[in-house]
């Protein structure tokens, strides 16, 4: 079955080339004008297999349809946006986006980008444990299980967003070891960002606001200034 995706575009001018580069692409493609019909269609529909979502709508922005999005759904999504300043592409990402593209852009970097999030979310990451037990407190036993895609703390399930259960697996399995974000981007995103590595940290704050007691004093995620990151299990 060919794999869904939905383009959310105010542009009919770029949503129809984006169409049909996605169609030749074998994707089954929907469109949305703006966000409200976007979120309708999730909705109604259920997600599909991937999202492209511009920044600048008419009526909802771009940031709030992805805020919504993330609150049920993983979809991959990759914001496509003539916006590219630094803090626009941080809000995208912490607002829950996967990946950022500038227009104007080659539309083989966007399919190559989109078939890297897909790769993402097929491939089964091998693992030695079933489980593994991040913080043994009674009142907050954070338990990860790569095989089932799950965390639970305190007994309920934590949502993550694809990226984010990605990066922290890549993080348990080298416990103690500190990942440097060229590695981290290496290994999770498959090629790097802009140059830069502000994709890994806003990934790592998201992150932290989900597994840490106080994110602004991690002790489970920890930040090893100037080389990276180490997930200190049971911390």
């Known amino acids: ?31 949305a004008e703006c966000a409200e019909r976007a979120l309708d269609q999730v909705h109604t ?48 990402l912490e607002a829950g986006a996967d990946d950022f593209v500038t227009k104007p852009f080659e539309v083989k970097e966007l399919t190559a980008r989109i078939r890297a999030l897909r790769r993402r979310t097929r491939n089964t990451i091998e693992r030695d444990v079933v489980e593994l037990v991040l913080d043994a407190a009674p009142d907050r036993r954070l338990v990860l299980c790569p095989e089932r895609g799950s965390l639970r703390l305190a007994g309920d399930d934590v ?51 989900k597994i840490e007691r106080d994110p602004a004093d991690p002790r489970l995620l920890v930040t090893v200034r100037g080389l990276g990151y180490r997930l200190d299990v049971g911390s």
Do not use: K
């Open 1 to 31: 079955m060919s794999a869904q995706l939905l383009i959310v575009e105010d542009d009919p001018r770029v949503r129809e080339s984006l169409r049909l580069a996605m169609e030749d692409e074998g994707y089954v493609v929907a469109e």
């Open 45 to 92: 529909f259920g997600a599909p297999d991937v999202m492209i979502v511009d920044l600048m709508l008419g009526g909802m922005d771009g940031f709030t349809c992805i805020r919504e999005v993330r609150r049920d759904h993983d979809v991959p999504i990759i914001v496509v946006s003539a916006r590219d300043d630094t803090h626009d592409v941080v809000a995208a």
């Open 159 to 209: 949502h993550l967003t694809i990226t984010e259960f990605r990066l922290l697996c890549e993080l348990a399995q080298n416990d103690g070891l500190v990942l440097s974000r060229q590695v981290l981007l290496d290994r999770i995103w498959d090629r790097g960002f802009f140059g830069d590595d502000r994709i890994v940290d806003v990934h790592v704050r998201r992150l932290r606001t």
